[in-house]
Nanobody
């Protein structure tokens, strides 16, 4: 099982980006998925979460601007980021709890994708 985060890039303040976290491999189901970010010189911080049933939760710093969603048919979780601010600049990582086809439960991290918000 692998998770791959993608969709980062350079965007102006006020702009939008959509990140994707795609799971691949021998997957039976994906439970909760989390997005984290790490800005230069700072600790990694939690950004958003979505449960297997679709319940969502957000850090106060992104509430109202970011939306996490999932497409179970595609084994993909998205993070729609609107009204981006320079302080959103960071490497974004996804983390997921996955059950593989052998019934094993694992915790997986995707490689980060860089989001830069700058004019």
């Amino acid at each position: 099982v692998q998770l791959q985060a993608s969709g980062g890039g350079l965007v102006q303040p006020g702009g939008s980006l959509r990140l994707s976290c795609a799971a691949s491999g021998s997957i039976f189901s994906i439970n909760a998925v989390f997005w984290y970010r790490q800005a230069p010189g700072k600790q990694r911080e939690w950004v958003a979460a979505i449960s297997g049933g679709g319940s969502t939760n957000y850090a106060d710093s992104v509430k109202g601007r970011f939306t996490i969603s999932r497409d179970n048919a595609k084994n993909t979780v998205y993070l729609q980021m609107n009204s981006l601010k320079p302080e959103d600049t960071a490497v974004y990582y996804c983390n997921g709890n996955v059950i593989d086809r052998r019934g094993r439960i694992g915790d997986y991290w995707g490689r980060g994708t860089l989001v830069t918000v700058s004019s």
